[in-house]
């Protein structure tokens, strides 16, 4: 989950403002790609790094599924219907 202390936030949020400003002008797709592979590549050393990064990353999808995703979904189900 993505809820860590403000003072964490603090320190981080400069850095992924900018980042995501970058990514938006270069586009994200293969640009997100390249910036969390070099991650995983400067940030992990053994196996079980590569495994924490990676376990980070699938509940990172899930949040943004969970908190961003689902929401509009339910929108279009009461628009358009359920499907039977």
């Known amino acids: 989950m993505p809820y860590i ?8 949020d400069w850095i ?3 980042l995501a400003a970058e990514l ?3 586009g994200i797709t293969g640009n997100l790609n390249y910036v ?3 991650l995983a590549k400067k940030m992990c050393k053994r196996y079980g790094d ?3 990064f990676e376990g980070d990353c699938q509940q990172s999808l899930k949040e943004i599924y969970r908190r961003l995703e689902v ?5 279009k189900i009461v628009e ?4 039977e």
């Not at 202390?5 to 981080?12: I, S, V």
């Not at 358009?80 to 499907?83: A, L, R």
């Open 16 to 18: 992924i403002d900018n």
């Open 50 to 52: 590569y495994a924490a």
């Open 71 to 75: 929401p509009y979904e339910d929108t």
């Open 5 to 12: 202390p403000k003072e964490k936030r603090e320190r981080l």
């Open 36 to 38: 969390l592979f070099r």
């Open 24 to 26: 938006k002008t270069l």
């Open 80 to 83: 358009n219907g359920d499907v």
